[in-house]
């Protein structure tokens, strides 16, 4: 809503710019009494009534035909409503009637990429910053479009235009908070956490309160191997919202690494009673009990996420682990088979079911769930699959 806002406001200053010099005719000025209703309806807007808003802008263009921020405010409008069509006419009409009304070519841009009609909305878009290259929402809607452009292009460098346009637009208003957070996305899945970080401190600075930046810098954290400071941020987010079950359950999974099982669980305790249904919060829980060695209540979480989740194969897995720690080897043998029946591919299923039947003497049985094993291993697990070869060959 905000970003909305501020394109609103923008808009008041665009409309006064001078025409091309070779425009058809002069634009015409708004009345009073239209630019009052237009004013109404950007106070409307920024209430949330998008309703009445609508009618004070529809009103505005009523009584000034040509009042190019009511058809651009009008658009927006549509927009938020979901109606591409109407909204894409209307911003066509603003630009007809003012070529160098920037906002509107950006905001069209907006609803070709809404649309799927990536390459037509850099176009737009590009041509609108032409008009005017200090327009923040320009550039940001243009890395908008690159961002999708490297989803169905394999030329690299659309990440690289993207990165541009959304810095460019950061530097034009420091204070886009969402454009900051989407530079972090960007880092971070290239690998570069430092930057990812800087921009979502940027993004905390104008947002301080918001739990999710709290928790994105925290597994930044975590994924530059900083536990502590992961550790704040988690802590920081569950002093903004105590409730919060996503900052119980980084605060859990924290605590977990730390072998701190008794504050572990007591987080994941804490996820599972503010979402109930939860069966990762669930899984944990039965996790952080299999490591302390209370089998039993292990068992029950691991039930429960199964439960809510039948597909869930790592649950299943556990809770027969769980199971033949408790010396109940049919029962564990039922979970793995169940594991493989949902995860055909699941190594260590695969494996631990391949030594039980040998175990029970059920070579053919075990030779064939070594073969698969060693098939579904990937790379991983050589010490087993040493073994598995050894077993297969009869050894």
Same mark, same amino acid.
């Given at each position: 809503?905000?970003?909305?806002?501020?394109?609103?406001?923008?808009?008041?200053?665009?409309?006064?710019?001078?025409?091309?010099?070779?425009? !058809?005719?002069?634009?015409?000025?708004?009345?009073?009494?239209?630019?009052?209703?237009?004013?109404?309806?950007?106070?409307?807007?920024? /209430?949330?009534?998008?309703?009445?808003?609508?009618?004070?802008?529809?009103?505005?263009?009523?009584?000034?035909?040509?009042?190019?921020?009511?058809?651009?405010?009008? $658009?927006?409008?549509?927009?938020?409503? %979901?109606?591409?069509?109407?909204?894409?006419?209307?911003?066509?009409?603003a630009i007809e009637l003012d070529k160098n009304y920037a906002a509107a070519y950006s905001h069209l841009g907006a609803v070709?990429?809404? &649309? $799927?009609?990536?390459d037509d909305a850099i176009a737009i878009i590009k041509k609108g910053l032409k008009k005017d290259g200090t327009l923040a @929402?320009?550039?940001?809607?243009?890395?908008?479009?690159?961002?999708?452009?490297?989803?169905?292009?394999?030329?690299? @460098?659309?990440?690289?235009?993207?990165?541009?346009?959304?810095?460019?637009?950061?530097?034009?208003?420091?204070?886009?908070?969402?454009?900051?957070?989407?530079?972090? &996305?960007?880092?971070?899945?290239?690998?570069?956490?430092?930057?990812?970080?800087?921009?979502?401190?940027?993004?905390?600075?104008?947002?301080?309160?918001?739990?999710?930046?709290?928790? &994105?810098?925290?597994?930044?954290?975590?994924?530059?191997?900083?536990?502590?400071? /992961?550790?704040?941020?988690?802590?920081?987010?569950?002093?903004? @919202?105590?409730?919060?079950?996503?900052?119980?359950?980084?605060?859990?999974?924290?605590?977990?690494?730390?072998?701190?099982?008794?504050?572990? /669980?007591?987080?994941?305790?804490?996820?599972?009673?503010?979402?109930?249904? @939860?069966?990762?919060?669930?899984?944990?829980?039965?996790?952080?009990?299999?490591?302390? %060695?209370k089998n039993s209540d292990a068992v029950a979480a691991l039930r429960k996420a199964k439960e809510i989740n039948p597909n869930?194969?790592?649950?299943?897995?556990?809770?027969?682990?769980?199971?033949?720690?408790?010396?109940?080897?049919?029962?564990?043998?039922?979970?793995?088979?169940?594991?493989?029946?949902?995860?055909?591919?699941?190594?260590?299923?695969?494996?631990?079911?391949?030594?039980?039947?040998?175990?029970? $003497?059920?070579? %053919? !049985?075990?030779?064939?769930?070594?073969?698969?094993?060693?098939?579904? /291993?990937?790379?991983?697990?050589?010490?087993?699959?040493?073994?598995?070869?050894?077993?297969?060959?009869?050894?």
């Amino acid at each position: 809503m905000m970003k909305k806002i501020f394109l609103l406001m923008m808009a008041s200053f665009l409309f006064f710019a001078p025409a091309d010099s070779d425009a !058809k005719k002069k634009i015409t000025m708004p009345t009073a009494r239209a630019a009052y209703h237009n004013n109404q309806g950007i106070s409307f807007l920024n /209430a949330g009534d998008t309703d009445r808003a609508e009618i004070e802008f529809k009103t505005a263009i009523e009584l000034s035909r040509e009042y190019v921020e009511a058809y651009n405010n009008l $658009g927006i409008i549509y927009k938020m409503k %979901g109606d591409l069509a109407r909204s894409e006419a209307q911003f066509k009409k603003a630009i007809e009637l003012d070529k160098n009304y920037a906002a509107a070519y950006s905001h069209l841009g907006a609803v070709y990429l809404a &649309q $799927g009609r990536v390459d037509d909305a850099i176009a737009i878009i590009k041509k609108g910053l032409k008009k005017d290259g200090t327009l923040a @929402d320009g550039h940001y809607q243009l890395g908008l479009a690159y961002v999708e452009k490297t989803k169905t292009s394999k030329d690299k @460098d659309y990440i690289q235009l993207a990165e541009d346009s959304l810095k460019k637009a950061t530097e034009l208003n420091p204070s886009l908070t969402h454009v900051h957070n989407l530079l972090a &996305q960007i880092y971070e899945k290239s690998g570069d956490y430092e930057k990812a970080q800087i921009r979502r401190r940027l993004g905390l600075a104008d947002q301080p309160t918001s739990v999710d930046g709290w928790l &994105q810098l925290g597994r930044l954290y975590l994924k530059k191997n900083e536990p502590y400071q /992961a550790q704040n941020c988690f802590s920081k987010a569950l002093e903004l @919202d105590p409730s919060s079950p996503d900052a119980h359950m980084e605060l859990g999974h924290f605590y977990a690494f730390e072998g701190k099982h008794l504050e572990a /669980a007591n987080e994941f305790k804490s996820v599972t009673t503010l979402r109930p249904t @939860d069966e990762k919060a669930w899984f944990s829980l039965g996790t952080v009990y299999m490591s302390s %060695g209370k089998n039993s209540d292990a068992v029950a979480a691991l039930r429960k996420a199964k439960e809510i989740n039948p597909n869930y194969s790592d649950a299943s897995f556990n809770l027969g682990l769980t199971l033949y720690r408790m010396g109940k080897t049919l029962e564990a043998e039922r979970e793995w088979e169940y594991t493989i029946n949902i995860d055909p591919k699941h190594p260590r299923a695969l494996y631990n079911l391949a030594n039980i039947y040998e175990l029970k $003497g059920e070579k %053919g !049985k075990a030779a064939s769930m070594y073969k698969s094993f060693i098939d579904a /291993a990937g790379g991983n697990f050589p010490a087993e699959v040493e073994i598995a070869k050894k077993k297969i060959r009869g050894g």
